[in-house]
Every structure is written in structure tokens, then in C-alpha cells.
């Protein structure tokens, strides 16, 4: 089981889920767990799935890499292991740099970033801190910063994205595919 709840995926998989999970294990060699915990309700699992698919993999003036960066620091402030392991393993490959995840992870203040990067991640630290906090200066200075509207936008939703997940994987006890601890082996 993925979680500590008793809840199995649907036996069979329709055909559009298993479609799904086959392109998993051929682009990443694995099902999620997150997936897996999800499949006891098909309809909660295309909910999840196209949220998370529009935040994470849709066109945006944000990278992937920033998504996943924003991801892992609002995981790291969560205390999110499943996050953290799965999303901290995103950066380390994306990024090409194994240092900026273990930075990420643990504190992402030591991390040598851009001053863009470093705005968009005090945001998703503010906003997974103290979000009813958040005013115009703290929006002004991501426009500094070189992002649009748009951009915040979607920083404030992988940001918000990521705080939901977490708590769902934290109180379910989550567990992380072995997968991604594999890269260490």
C-alpha cells in the first residue's frame, strides 16, 4: 500500500488509467505512489492528474526546474518526505546539479541561485508561511524580479498546489517509490 489507509487502487484499471500508468513506467520506470494512493477513485485521480499535469508540464513562463524547485521548497518548509524525496530527485535531474537538491531540501537560503529564482522561492516560502501576509510589495517584487503577472500566478498555484499535496501525503503517510532513492544505489 502507498499510504497507511486501506484504500486499493480500482481492480481492473479502466483502460484509459492503465493507458496512463503504462506511459508512466515507460518515461520513468514506475508508477507514483501518489498515483497508486489516488486509483481507489478514478475520478479523484483525473482530478489530481489534470491539476497536476496543467501546473507542472503546461506551457508557462516558469520552467520546469523552477516548478520543481518551488515544489521541493514548499515540501522542505512541509516537512513532506514523499515530496521531498520524489521532487527533490525532479530538481537533482533536471537541474544536472545533485547539490542544488540537497540544497533545496534542506534550506533552500544556502543554494547559489539567480536573484529571479531566489524571489520566486521566498514567495512559495511566504505563501506556505504566512500567505494571508502576502501584499503588493511581495508580488512588486517578483515584477522586479523579471516575472509577468501570469508568472505569479503560477507560482502562487504550484506553490498552493504543493501545500494541499502535502498535507494529504503527510497525514496519509505517504510513501515514496523506492525508485527514487535508486540514483544513490
Known sequence: MPT???????????????????????????????????????????????????????????????????????????????CLVAHGAAVRQLSGNPQLGEMLVMNYRVAPLEPRQRAMLDFAAKMTTASAEIEEPDRQRLRDAGFSDRDIWDIANVAGFFNMSNRVASATAMVPNEEYHAQFR
Request: aromatic residues 8%; negative net charge; hydrophobic residues 45%.
Open 4 to 82: 497507511a489507509l486501506n484504500l486499493p487502487m480500482v481492480d481492473p484499471l479502466p483502460p484509459e488509467t492503465q493507458k496512463y500508468f503504462d506511459i508512466c513506467v515507460e518515461k520513468l520506470g514506475m508508477v507514483p505512489n501518489v498515483l497508486k494512493a489516488n486509483a481507489f477513485d478514478i475520478d479523484k485521480l483525473n482530478a489530481f492528474t489534470a491539476m497536476y499535469n496543467d501546473l507542472m508540464l503546461a506551457d508557462s513562463g516558469l520552467t520546469k526546474l523552477e516548478r520543481e524547485m518551488i515544489a521541493v521548497v514548499v515540501s522542505s518548509i512541509n516537512k513532506c518526505f514523499y
